[in-house]
């Protein structure tokens, strides 16, 4: 088969870790007996930089004419909060996810077996393992509502960002995390803070319902300041977690962070239509872009889920996170994980290694 992709390198070290990607994809390709036919597409700082605006017109209509899309990175400092909106890297982001309508956000946190050192909870709370899927709502909430900035009489500028939610959002992102519990270990906690917002009781209400349905899922109801607790407590106990969009940001965060090795998880983001897109979750780490030190790995564990999610193709994503794994186990590490003592290697030694393993 021939698979078309979109690559957005973006800024920093995206360029550097979409090309390790690649030539893992390239590998699978050779292995497997398929194609993949990249076209790259502009977004982010470097856009801004090539024609003024961080989203040209055309970008989601050029992503539409794929069958995926892999990002790399958006973002820096060069195109920081004091710049207007349109060359911010960070408009683009949010664009992109309406347009293509990536409503559900997929964020796991795993801590693979040959880095449990690296994760910084108790040695008795690593043993236990983590792997969890944070399934975050991406296109709603307070993300999208109306933002309003007004001058009072007497308390001088006041501000406020309105946050809603449809039960037709709250179900179609449900019904994901029950879907995705059905081939995991059959379980969802929904996170929310009913106790407080109106918009948290809606999602309850239609998580209940969903929950009727799908009686072989275990569900339970978990509030958004137990959870952060719980995630640095005992990560081990959650399988799929599902959440409204800022929640979902800070908590993705807070998982990421307890695997201890925010640069080796990648992340999916899908709609209802292709393309789904695929990224790694940490950022464009612009202090060592062009320095070949970045870590691919995050990036090629996104490809993996392209492979997965997008193609259909599991054995060739059970293949790409084997020889992810099997690279880790026999000692190599870029600069972010390398502990004590170990030499680390650079971003394409990282990829061929992975290729080789392959
Ligand atoms: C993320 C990021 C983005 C978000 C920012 C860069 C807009 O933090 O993907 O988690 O808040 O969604
Ligand atoms: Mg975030």
Redesign the pocket.
């Known amino acids: 088969m021939n698979y078309k992709i979109a690559l957005i390198k973006g800024d920093g070290i995206g360029p550097e870790v979409v090309g390790e990607a690649v030539n893992v994809l390239d590998a699978v390709g050779r292995k497997f007996g398929h194609t993949f036919t990249y076209t790259d597409v502009l977004m982010g700082g470097c856009a801004t930089d090539a024609v003024g605006v961080s989203y040209p017109d055309g970008t989601a209509e050029k992503c539409k004419e794929c069958d995926a899309v892999l990002l790399g990175a958006v973002?820096g400092p060069k195109w920081g909060a004091d710049k207007p909106a349109e060359q911010r890297p960070?408009t683009a982001?949010?664009a992109i996810r309406k347009d293509l309508g990536l409503y559900a956000n997929l964020r796991p946190a795993v801590l693979r077996p040959a880095l449990k050192d690296a994760c910084p909870l108790r040695a008795e709370t690593a043993d236990k393992g983590i792997d969890l899927m944070l399934v975050r709502e991406l296109t709603g909430g307070i993300?999208f509502g109306q933002r309003e900035r007004y001058d009072t009489p007497d308390r001088g500028v006041e501000c406020a960002d309105r946050m809603a939610y449809s039960e037709l959002e709250i179900e179609r992102i449900g019904r994901r995390a029950f879907e995705l519990a059905r081939l995991r270990r059959k379980k969802v906690s929904s996170v929310d803070k009913a106790n407080v917002l109106e918009t948290s009781r809606l999602w309850r209400s239609v998580m209940h319902r969903l929950s009727a349905e799908y009686p072989d899922v275990a569900y339970e109801d978990v509030l958004v300041d137990n959870c952060a607790m719980q995630i640095v407590r005992d990560p081990g106990q959650f399988d799929v977690m599902v959440t409204e969009n800022m929640f979902g940001?800070i908590l993705?965060d807070e998982a990421s962070m307890v695997t201890g090795s925010i640069g080796l998880l990648p992340s999916a983001s899908m709609g209802d239509h292709a393309p789904a897109l695929y990224e790694p979750?940490h950022g464009s780490a612009p202090d060592i872009a062009g320095q070949d030190k970045a870590n691919p790995i995050a990036t090629i564990l996104s490809a993996a889920m392209m492979l997965r999610y997008s193609f259909h193709l599991a054995d060739e994503a059970d293949a790409v996170e084997r020889a992810v794994d099997a690279v880790l186990a026999a000692g190599w590490r870029t600069a972010d994980t390398a502990e004590p003592g170990v030499t680390p290697v650079g971003t394409r030694k990282m990829g061929e290694l992975i290729c080789a393993a392959l």
Do not use: A, F, T
């Open positions: 973002g960070e982001l949010l993300y940001d993705s979750i």
